[in-house]
């Protein structure tokens, strides 16, 4: 029993670390696509506010700018979660290759004969020195 628990124990540690990394590396990934996606908000802001005092583009021009950086917004967070799906199956892919790799401790061969008509059944009854006189 002890021995079951101990492996469950550590099995549920290795568990958490894997998860723990997969966490991360998922805060990392969605931080540097906000990162990347305020990045060019602001620089459509910026340059739009630059062309039009400069008189090269219309107030219409600027927020086309803006607009269309925000429709990639859409875009860019599905391809990020498609490419989490792809992490996932890969990572199912290589558990079932080690699956696929796992040998059989039992072998089927040459074992005990069991007969193919019904098996007997006996039962024996024990009496302890206790239950003797009732």
């Not at 700018?65 to 859409?74: D, M, Q, R, S, T």
């Not at 696929?100 to 302890?128: C, D, H, M, Q, T």
Request: proline fraction near 3%; hydrophobic fraction near 45%; aromatic fraction near 12%.
């Amino acid at each position: 029993m002890d021995f079951s628990i101990r492996e469950l124990f550590r099995h549920q540690s290795t568990i958490l670390g894997h998860n723990r990394k997969a966490h991360f590396k998922r805060w990392i990934i969605e931080n540097a696509m906000g990162f990347a996606l305020t990045l060019g908000s602001l620089l459509a802001i910026t340059s739009g506010y630059w062309l039009f005092s400069a008189g090269l583009v219309t107030i219409g021009t600027v927020y086309l700018f803006v607009h269309y950086i925000n429709l990639l917004e859409e875009p860019f967070w599905a391809m990020t979660h498609e490419i989490e799906s792809f992490q996932t199956i890969g990572a199912c892919v290589e558990r079932l290759t080690e699956f696929r790799n796992f040998k059989a401790e039992v072998v089927n061969g040459v074992g005990v004969e069991i007969p193919s008509k019904p098996l007997s059944l006996s039962l024996r009854v024990y009496l302890s020195p206790t239950t003797e006189g009732l």
